[in-house]
């Protein structure tokens, strides 16, 4: 079955970076598209950025764009969402999310806190 796991989470201060992880299990990793959302405490989970099954090809919302990068390694079917110049308005749980089959499948998220 599907399987998204993500690490990397954790407090950092104002400007700094951390670096989620997503290993990817149960499905073609390398021909699917994988996506990162958050969802902040009271608020709706968002999308924060696409990558596509190339590698190249990136999307990401207006508030992490020059901030944030999605990557991915094949040959770990693993997915990477690097996120630099940190603001407190990023704190949220952060998920990995593939689709599979028509069905959406959710990591069991990772907490980001941003504070000093």
């Known amino acids: 079955q599907v399987q998204l796991v993500e690490s990397g989470g954790g407090l950092v201060q104002p400007g700094g970076s951390l670096r989620l992880s997503c290993v990817a299990s149960g499905f073609p990793f390398s021909s699917s598209a994988m996506t990162w959302y958050r969802q902040a405490p009271g608020k709706e989970r968002e999308l924060v950025a696409s990558i596509w099954s190339t590698g190249t090809n990136t999307a990401y919302i207006d508030s992490v764009k020059g901030r944030f990068t999605g990557t991915r390694d094949i040959g770990k079917n693993t997915a990477y969402l690097q996120m630099n110049s940190l603001k407190p308005e990023d704190t949220a749980v952060y998920y990995c999310?593939?689709?599979?089959?028509?069905?959406?499948?959710w990591g069991q998220g990772t907490q980001v806190t941003v504070s000093s």
């Open positions: 999310s593939a689709v599979r089959n028509g069905v959406r499948h």
